[in-house]
């Protein structure tokens, strides 16, 4: 028995779905109907491998001088002052 009901969706997500089905032919209720079996399925998931991002090897730490936030939050308000001001000129 097919029964009929209503879902809220994102409009983006929905347009997508639109777009997708209307490239493959088929309506948008035949699509949310395969996701939705896929989704529900007893099939384990297919492990995918696991990518680690790039590393950097660069050494960091802290500036010199800076020893507590404050020091830090210092140094940021004076960079700011100085851009501000050589867009001034």
């Not at 997500?13 to 896929?38: F, H, P, V």
């Amino acid at each position: 028995m097919i029964k009929r009901t209503t879902v809220r969706l994102p409009s983006e997500l929905l347009k997508k779905a639109q777009r997708k089905a209307a490239a493959e032919g088929r309506t948008l209720t035949g699509l949310m109907e395969e996701g939705l079996r896929y989704v529900v399925s007893d099939k384990p998931a297919e492990k995918r491998e696991r990518i680690m991002p790039p590393i950097s090897k660069e050494g960091g730490g802290q500036a010199s001088g800076v020893t507590r936030l404050k020091d830090l939050e210092e140094l940021e308000d004076a960079e700011f002052i100085e851009r501000m001001y050589r867009g001034s000129k």
